[in-house]
């Protein structure tokens, strides 16, 4: 008897969880964005510049001392950004000449 009520539970135990699947993967729920996906130039450029940016980024911390931790991250992070932006800003407009 305990055999046929074991096999009973577990065929109601997975019963359930199939039932249940659906409601699990619900589709309409979306992870937030990124506060800074908007003004992020960094993640906008092509794969081969982002990578030369990302290692003179490297080398520039690394001359400066910062070998690991919080404080390399934020300095790669904005020295990334600050590349990525002056590569994306526009080239200033030349000074008309007076008649």
């Known amino acids: ?3 046929t009520a074991r096999a009973a539970l577990a ?7 199939l039932a249940a699947g659906p409601a699990w ?7 937030p964005s ?3 996906a908007a003004t992020d130039k960094f993640s906008t450029l092509d794969k081969t510049t982002r990578r030369t940016i990302s290692m ?7 001359e400066q001392g910062i070998f690991r931790g919080k404080a390399r991250g ?6 990334k950004q600050e590349k990525a932006a ?9 000074p008309e000449k007076p008649k």
Do not use: V
């Not at 065929?11 to 969880?17: E, F, M, V, Y």
């Not at 993967?25 to 992870?31: A, H, I």
């Not at 002056?86 to 030349?94: F, H, I, K, V, Y």
């Open 1 to 3: 008897m305990k055999f």
């Open 11 to 17: 065929a109601a135990a997975i019963a359930t969880l």
């Open 25 to 31: 993967s619900q589709p309409g729920l979306t992870l």
């Open 34 to 36: 990124r506060p800074d």
């Open 56 to 62: 003179a980024c490297s080398k520039e911390a690394d």
């Open 74 to 79: 934020k300095f790669r992070s904005a020295c």
């Open 86 to 94: 002056a590569l994306t800003a526009p080239a200033p407009a030349a």
